[in-house]
């Protein structure tokens, strides 16, 4: 089992920046494939970005590409999402995931955080 514990949402200006952190329990955490997952008001949930266990492969959904960071630190069982020139649309709460295969992270996951609350004001 993996628990997942999501920090760092707040209210931010478009063009603002935030780092989401994402405290993982587990002892097995470099064998997971993380991600992070957002959803807005009224949306379904959608990926925003993923990374493998050893954090050499990386994903990131179009829209954030070149704004946006994945990483982790494994020793710290914590992986971030790092958001930079933010924009109202990227409003939504985020939510940490973790799956079994990097391939699949962006659709699927087998563990959940609770979310953390992201609003980018214009």
């Known amino acids: 089992q993996v628990q997942l514990v999501e920090s760092g949402g707040g209210l931010v200006q478009a063009g603002g920046s935030l780092r989401l952190s994402c405290a993982a329990s587990?002892?097995?955490?470099?064998?997971?494939?993380m991600g992070w997952f957002r959803q807005a008001p009224g949306k379904e949930r959608e990926s925003v970005a993923g990374?493998?266990?050893?954090?050499?492969?990386?994903y990131y959904k179009d829209s954030v590409k070149g704004r946006f960071t994945i990483s982790r630190d494994n020793a710290k069982n914590t992986v971030y999402l790092q958001m930079n020139s933010l924009k109202p649309e990227d409003t939504a709460v985020y939510y940490c995931?973790?799956?079994?295969?990097?391939?699949?992270?962006?659709?699927?996951?087998?563990?959940w955080g609770q979310g953390t609350q992201v609003t980018v004001s214009s």
């Open positions: 990374i493998s266990g050893s954090g050499g492969n990386t």
């Open positions: 587990g002892r097995t955490f470099s064998r997971y494939a």
């Open positions: 995931a973790a799956d079994s295969l990097f391939r699949t992270i962006s659709i699927r996951a087998d563990y």
